[in-house]
């Protein structure tokens, strides 16, 4: 009989997503989750001055196992640095595509308007 051996997620690299949001991230996430990683998503980068985002980032890298969504993609340099072997996932979208997504995701809903 065969055996299978699961690795934890602290055995493995980190991962980080690096695709524009509306690129698949929450599919990607939920492979992630399948696989047994602890995955981080989007958080507003706006609240943050330029020393306190870096320190944040860098907080929330080392606490997920995988990261997804923006910014994310901001912060390749920096998580490639910083955490060594890390594996990088770059999910893309046709263009038309991905723009009338975004278009619609952050278009008011008719219910909205009422």
């Given at each position: 009989?065969?055996?299978?051996?699961?690795?934890?997620?602290?055995d493995?690299?980190?991962?980080?997503?690096?695709?524009?949001?509306?690129?698949s991230?929450?599919?990607?996430?939920?492979?992630?989750?399948?696989?047994?990683?602890?995955?981080?998503?989007?958080?507003?980068?706006?609240?943050?001055?330029?020393?306190?985002?870096?320190?944040?980032?860098?907080?929330?890298?080392?606490?997920?196992?995988?990261?997804?969504?923006?910014?994310?993609?901001?912060?390749?340099?920096?998580?490639?640095?910083?955490?060594?072997?890390?594996?990088?996932?770059?999910?893309?979208?046709?263009?038309d595509?991905?723009?009338?997504?975004?278009?619609?995701?952050?278009?008011?809903?008719?219910?909205?308007?009422?």
């Amino acid at each position: 009989m065969e055996q299978h051996h699961q690795h934890s997620a602290a055995d493995r690299p980190k991962v980080f997503g690096i695709g524009l949001h509306k690129t698949s991230t929450t599919s990607l996430a939920n492979a992630l989750y399948t696989l047994g990683y602890h995955v981080g998503g989007y958080f507003d980068a706006s609240r943050f001055e330029d020393d306190e985002l870096t320190a944040y980032v860098l907080d929330r890298a080392g606490f997920y196992d995988a990261v997804q969504d923006m910014p994310w993609p901001e912060f390749y340099q920096l998580l490639d640095r910083e955490f060594p072997g890390s594996k990088f996932i770059l999910t893309i979208r046709d263009e038309d595509r991905w723009i009338k997504s975004c278009l619609l995701y952050t278009s008011p809903s008719p219910r909205d308007m009422i």
